[in-house]
């Protein structure tokens, strides 16, 4: 049977399956976390050759938000580069990018500011670039490469929204604000770290967890920039993987109507390895409503605030991490903050109304089975000023 590995199938041997290209590599591989059997190894989407991994010559990203001149500017470029494609195909490419995704605006609470950084030895080639690490976490992946919803099954892997970093590398990132140790905070976890680990799909398309996908990374925490706490048994590229939305498919290309909170952990008494084998839904609703990564209670290894991160691979490690965001938790937010960004805005309300008479969905607040007046108006009482 065949077992799923991002873009790749393992039928024996590693053959990406990313356009009509027989792209095979054998000296990069990333882990797979197989439980007690040991760990087996398959190729990241990162490590596959440039024309394996993407058919354009420019290699753009594009994480909605309420400004996309940015992303625009780099898809036409990338589109005047790719005309193996066809006019009207890249057309089409590029409105359905431009338009069928709903806006998500990064907000505060994410790591704001490189301190440092080193890409060691043998970073993941074009993923060098550090702001990528900034940011929220990202939601929709592959450009218009491959434009689709970031799962536990389908990680990001494009060069502007992960980081890479080889053995003895390094990066230091800062925030806004002091992340503090706040009772308050779900389970007592205070910071949530956010790699590409991602599942293996045992039935695939199906998306049944078979192991772990994941690179290791040391994880250190500093209240003053000058002294380091080192987070034991814990990886900054490990843990749960990244889901941007409740309701989509393993696999899925456009977003859904419930969109998690990349603010919240995951319950630390779950451990993923116990999904293994169980259905999509089930694996879902172990996140209940998180967006993954690796939590971290900074009062557990005695401080009482933190200001800066340092995410390291080891001089021996044996493949280069990838880093996607740090995460400060929030305290538990309204049910009217539908893309849980901290306030109650423009946002949300475009949620709900694309949400309309839906049952089953975040945006029905008031609980009565259908997404109408009654929630628009908790959601307008909540507006943020």
Known sequence: ?????????????????????????????????????????????????????????????????????????RLITAL???IDLGFWTAA??????????PPYAEAQGYASAVISYSGGTSPASGYTNPTSALGEPTRFTGGIVYPSVVT??????????????????HLMLGFDEVIRDDPDHPFGIDLIIFGNSMFTDSQYPGGVAAALAFDGGVIELSADGTTWVTVPAQAADGGWPTLAFEDTS???????????????????????????????????????GSGGGVGIDIGAHG?????AV?????PDAWAHIEVDAVAIVASAAPATDLDHDGVVSGADLALLLSAWGASGVAADIDGDGSVNGGDLSLLLADWSP
């Open 303 to 307: 401080l009482a605030e933190v200001t």
């Open 152 to 169: 536990p099954f389908n990680p990001a892997f494009m060069p502007s929204e992960i980081l890479s970093i080889g053995a003895g590398g």
């Open 92 to 101: 089409l490419t590029l409105a359905s990018a431009l338009t069928l995704q």
């Open 80 to 82: 005047l580069r790719s």
């Open 250 to 288: 393993p696999y899925a290309l456009t977003g859904g109507l419930n969109p998690t909170d990349f603010r919240a952990p995951v319950n630390p008494a779950l451990h993923w390895s116990d999904f293994y084998g169980a259905p999509y839904e089930s694996l879902i609703s172990a996140y209940n």
């Open 1 to 73: 049977m065949k077992s799923r590995c991002g873009r790749a199938a393992v039928t024996g041997m590693v053959e990406a399956v990313i356009g009509s290209t027989d792209c095979r590599t054998a000296d990069s591989h990333w882990r797979l976390g197989a439980g007690k059997a040991g760990p087996t190894e398959c190729p990241k989407p990162e490590d596959l050759p440039a024309d394996c991994a993407s058919p354009l010559a420019t290699r753009a990203r594009l994480r909605p938000t309420s400004d996309t001149s940015g992303d625009f500017m």
């Open 310 to 314: 340092r995410i390291s691979a080891a």
